[in-house]
């Protein structure tokens, strides 16, 4: 992702925003000279006049250069009334632009209700700050605060300066400092960039700074029906401003109307996202012409230089170039070969044949291909007449096309120790891996001489060709850029030779590429690019219609349809993208009484709050990165007071929003809006005292969750419930405390205040999606099931697992569930029913969001207890109710409940689905569940065995106890009837989808033709009626 303002500059490097001399000199961050000169009059110390903050909140950091101090300001909630300035700022006499604070509270871009479709549109700015005052500062580069300062070397890597080292155990930098790597399926916070689509975690290592939001001008514009204007504007220079009108059908048989809007400027950041008629002024029913959208959208935009693009195929073209050049799917990386004993670049570029254990290293990294006729991506190497070497090293991950530029694959020159043929292609790779055999001197990124090499991952081998290979990785990459993942583990490995090594290496490298793209010299490159396709259009493409004269957005109504009125408040809470608020953010809970100690105000985060109807982000605008993600499924709950909100998710983390004007205004927006987007509801504050004999009365697994409530106790009265959870103990949550730190809390203090999730409306607890994604992976049960004992007789045969799982889906009737089934039902996912909560004040008739979360979840690697007994196989017609002692039903249930849902259940919810109205996206969910439905299906037909009905040490099944293959196979078959059945309404459907759409634009093309033969009727009337009125003038 091409971002303004993200990297910091190398070291010794000041950004100058302007060419004078002494200006540059002035605005240096230290200058001790100046310090004590602030132009300021000396401000008396009493009690009327307070410098400092009010009881609770930290005194404000001392600004770190004289202009700042000069601007410092205080909230306007603190009494204290700054004397009046008496000089401002000394580089206003030169007549330069004063630089501005930095608010407390970022503020938002408008207009308010506008759905951001990625995170880079979230940082759109009008008037960005040039690149250098702030936005080059430490933390933009993403790691810890001390790591520029630091020059790290190891046996691996040297410290050089203006190079960062990272040696192992670094880890994510996120809200409040360093975190740990997220493990699936969340995403790290450098890899979040759609905001408006669900963005899954696919594999162990995510792609990182891309913007994968650039194919939005081909996913929603290109091929449909929308209009361009482009202009040069006085402050913005060269401009261009796609507009389209959508109108999505309701289930109330209505029509909602909505604006896509792109906005693109010289900077590399693009205003892209959606925003209801019902968040814009009344209008006619045909929607807003593109005058009055932008005047309300773009107020910062002049409208008068704008003109309407041409119509030629070149302009839609040029714009999917101009917004996805900053899309790649084809990288290059170089790869230096280091013996025993170099260190050098000379060293390097001279050595002529691989090693073996350079040999082993490249097997595992790719393929070896013939250059000659090599028709994949090339990387300028030559495949026509061997130039460049014979051979080379190609491979492809996640959808991308790496060639390699192999040292001791391009040619040699004999007597150059330069080796240019080889540096030309080498030099020019920004991401250049170095290989290092065993004994190899330190590697110093200093020594290479390359303007275009800003990352380097070093690569050791331990005990090569060998069995117990290993390799060990270190990395150095330029200041200005950003920190990239996969984060190292502690001390760089070891990684074992295997096939997720290469994934680690290879995304490594794809995310140093995409990183690089932040630094300060590829982002001018690519800025003048911009600015030159921008140019083109603006002066080439356009036509001489202005915006006020350019038409109305061409959706003709269908039957005199008109446009649904207003819905009320909250209707402009309902977009899928992201809504944004100013908020400071800092780990932990704070809004309850008791709550643990949270840091002063300098701990918290200036960030933008962007919820959309999938994740929730927090971004930092002074570095344009992400500080903290979560999907919104994976919201648990909420507390709020007037302006500040306590957010739990995952396993129970939470963080503290604090949040600035009217109180309880913008709390109330965003809690309807988790309302709307998540399954959490609010938590609930108990403070729970001891009996006479110091019991509780109620009692709490490991987790956390509520297992039995006391009749008659102070925890009963107060509301406490089984199924409820506990997100915090004595002011502190469950997963900063631990289960121990925990549990000695409620055993010791005098009175316990927990804050409580309470359970869903069936009363089962509520868990995270990510809880439940990491339950149904982990191998062992979750209740503890007795592993078998080592003596037993190893011929007990047990059905498959798949076999097992059908066995209890497929069961006849059943006994009840007890109160052992509490802790099962907690793995299987909360059906939540398509109605907003009790709480939100939202209309009844605003649609509510799609669910994405999967409605099947199949453990992949599940091992059953081996009951003691095997089961006996009963008659088909036998009671359900009666169970003999080897029954393993329980164990069973014990076993594969809490990683599996039901498939009955899963296909009964697919029928009762199919027959409502759905989205394409809900088809195709439904589809792939019928897919997997059918491979586990297809697995069972493969897998089907008898179990014998004793533990005989043989495993010799007797016949008379074989199962009737009647009662199984039929209701196998009745499944795949189901899947046939859905499979066959699933394509109807879509017919019919198409056959629909095919009808509504025949009956737009008839409109368009009635209106045109109705004009032209009318200007013949017109005329006739001008002839024949002629005569009776005269004779008049």
């Known amino acids: 992702m091409w971002a303004g303002g993200v990297g910091s500059p190398r070291r010794g490097v000041a950004p100058a925003p302007t060419d004078d001399l002494f200006a540059r000199k002035l605005r240096q961050p230290a200058r001790p000279p100046l310090t004590p000169h602030t132009f300021e009059p000396r401000q008396p110390r009493g009690p009327l006049l307070r410098s400092g903050s009010d009881a609770g909140e930290a005194r404000p950091p001392t600004p770190a250069s004289p202009r700042a101090r000069a601007h410092s300001h205080e909230e306007a909630s603190r009494p204290a009334a700054a004397p009046t300035r008496l000089f401002t700022d000394p580089l206003a006499l030169l007549g330069l632009p004063a630089e501005e604070p930095e608010p407390a509270f970022p503020p938002v871009l408008e207009p308010r209700w506008f759905a951001h479709y990625d995170v880079q549109s979230l940082l759109f700015d009008w008037a960005p700050r040039s690149r250098g005052a702030g936005s080059h500062a430490e933390a933009s580069s993403g790691t810890p605060a001390a790591a520029e300062d630091q020059v790290a070397s190891s046996d691996l890597l040297l410290g050089a300066p203006g190079f960062v080292s990272e040696l192992g155990g670094e880890g994510e930098l996120g809200l409040g400092g360093t975190v740990s790597p997220p493990v699936p399926p969340a995403l790290p916070n450098a890899a979040v960039s759609v905001l408006e689509e669900p963005q899954s975690r696919t594999s162990a290592y995510s792609l990182e700074h891309a913007d994968f939001g650039a194919g939005y001008y081909r996913k929603y514009f290109y091929g449909k029906e929308h209009q361009n204007f482009f202009g040069l504007d006085e402050a913005l220079g060269p401009v261009a401003v796609s507009l389209r009108r959508e109108e999505k059908e309701t289930s109330g048989g209505g029509t909602l109307h909505s604006y896509r809007v792109i906005i693109?400027?010289?900077?590399?950041?693009?205003?892209?996202?959606?925003?209801?008629?019902?968040?814009?002024?009344?209008?006619?029913?045909?929607?807003?012409?593109?005058?009055?959208?932008?005047?309300?959208?773009?107020?910062?935009?002049?409208?008068?230089?704008l003109r309407l693009g041409s119509a030629s195929p070149k302009v839609p073209r040029t714009l999917l170039t101009l917004d996805e050049q900053v899309l790649s799917f084809q990288r290059k990386v170089g790869i230096l070969y280091c013996r025993a004993g170099q260190g050098s670049e000379e060293e390097m570029y001279n050595n002529q044949e691989a090693g073996a254990a350079f040999t082993q290293f490249l097997t595992l990294l790719g393929d070896v291909v013939r250059l000659k006729g090599f028709d994949s991506y090339r990387a300028q190497l030559d495949t026509k007449t061997d130039s460049t070497g014979t051979h080379s090293l190609y491979t492809t991950y996640q959808d991308h096309e790496i060639m390699f530029h192999v040292s001791t694959m391009l040619p040699y020159t004999p007597n150059n120790q330069q080796q240019l043929l080889r540096k030309r292609h080498i030099g020019n790779d920004i991401v250049t891996?170095?290989?290092?055999?065993?004994?190899?001197?330190?590697?110093?990124?200093?020594?290479?001489?390359?303007?275009?090499?800003?990352?380097f991952l070093v690569v050791r081998a331990h005990a090569p060709c060998t069995p117990h290979t290993t390799y060990r990785v270190a990395v150095s990459r330029t200041q200005d850029t950003p920190a990239f993942g996969p984060a190292l583990p502690p001390g760089g490995g070891p990684f074992a030779a295997n096939a997720d090594f290469r994934a680690f290496l290879l995304a490594k490298a794809l995310n140093g590429e995409q990183a690089a793209g932040h630094a300060r010299q590829f982002h001018a490159m690519a800025t003048r690019t911009r600015q030159q396709y921008l140019q083109d259009l603006a002066t080439n493409e356009v036509t001489t219609t202005s915006l006020d004269s350019a038409s109305r957005f061409g959706l003709p109504s269908l039957g005199g349809r008109r446009r649904v009125p207003p819905r009320g408040p909250g209707a402009e809470l309902q977009a899928a993208g992201a809504l944004a608020w100013g908020v400071r953010a800092a780990p932990g809970a704070r809004v309850a009484a008791g709550a643990e100690a949270g840091g002063p105000d300098s701990a918290e985060t200036p960030c933008l709050l962007g919820i959309s109807a999938e994740a929730l982000v927090l971004v930092a605008p002074r570095d344009g990165r992400v500080v903290f993600n979560c999907a919104c499924r994976d919201v648990l709950a909420w507390t709020f007071s007037e302006q500040q909100l306590d957010l739990y998710h995952g396993r129970g983390e939470a963080i503290t929003l604090r949040l600035d004007g009217a109180p309880g205004q913008a709390v109330g927006e965003i809690v309807a809006r988790l309302q709307l987007v998540s399954r959490g509801c609010e938590t609930r504050e108990l403070a729970l005292p001891r009996d006479g004999q110091g019991r509780l009365g109620f009692q709490v697994d490991a987790e956390g969750f509520i297992t039995h409530v006391e009749r008659f106790t102070f925890a009963e009265t107060a509301g406490l419930r089984p199924g409820a959870r506990l997100l915090r103990v004595c002011g502190q949550t469950l997963p900063s405390l631990g289960a121990d730190a925990a549990a000695q809390l409620l055993r010791s203090a005098p009175k316990v205040c927990v804050t409580v999730l309470p359970p869903d409306e069936s009363g089962r607890p509520r868990r995270s999606f990510s809880e439940l994604y990491t339950l149904s992976l982990q191998e062992p049960s979750r209740r503890g099931a007795p592993e078998p004992a080592q003596d037993e007789a190893p011929g007990v045969v047990l059905l498959p697992t798949t076999m097992q799982l059908l066995r209890l889906c497929l069961q006849d009737g059943g006994s009840p569930p007890g109160p052992g089934d509490l802790a099962e039902e907690r793995t299987e996912f909360l059906h939540s029913q398509s109605a907003p909560s009790p709480r939100s004040s939202l209309s009844d008739e605003a649609p509510v969001l799609p669910n994405t979360t999967p409605d099947l979840l199949l453990a992949t690697t599940a091992k059953p207890s081996a009951p003691e007994t095997p089961p006996s196989q009963d008659e088909p017609g036998s009671s359900g109710g009666q169970e003999d002692e080897g029954d393993p039903a329980p164990a069973l249930r014990a076993s594969f409940l809490p990683r599996t849902l039901s498939l009955q259940n899963s296909i009964s919810r697919i029928m009762l689905e199919a027959g409502s109205e759905t989205l394409e996206d809900e088809w195709q969910s439904i589809s792939e569940i019928a897919s997997t439905c059918n491979t586990i299906l297809e697995s069972l037909s493969r897998e089907g065995q008898p179990i014998p009905e004793s533990g005989d040490p043989k495993g010799a099944a007797k016949p008379d106890t074989e199962p009737e293959p009647g009662s199984l196979s039929e209701k196998v078959s009745h499944l795949e009837s189901l899947l046939r059945k859905l499979q066959e309404d699933l394509q109807k459907e879509k017919a019919d989808r198409a056959a629909l759409e095919e009808e509504v634009r025949s009956l737009r093309h008839n409109n368009r033709r009635l209106q045109a033969e109705s004009e032209s009727a009318a200007t013949r009337l017109l005329l006739a009626s001008k002839q024949l009125g002629a005569p009776s003038t005269d004779v008049a």
Do not use: W
Request: aromatic share 6%; hydrophobic share 30%.
């Open 264 to 305: 693109r400027t010289t900077k590399l950041r693009t205003l892209r996202g959606t925003i209801s008629e019902d968040a814009l002024p009344p209008g006619p029913p045909r929607g807003l012409s593109p005058r009055k959208l932008l005047e309300y959208v773009a107020p910062r935009l002049s409208p008068t230089c």
């Open 433 to 455: 891996i170095v290989f290092q055999e065993p004994g190899s001197k330190p590697f110093c990124p200093s020594s290479i001489r390359s303007h275009f090499q800003h990352v």
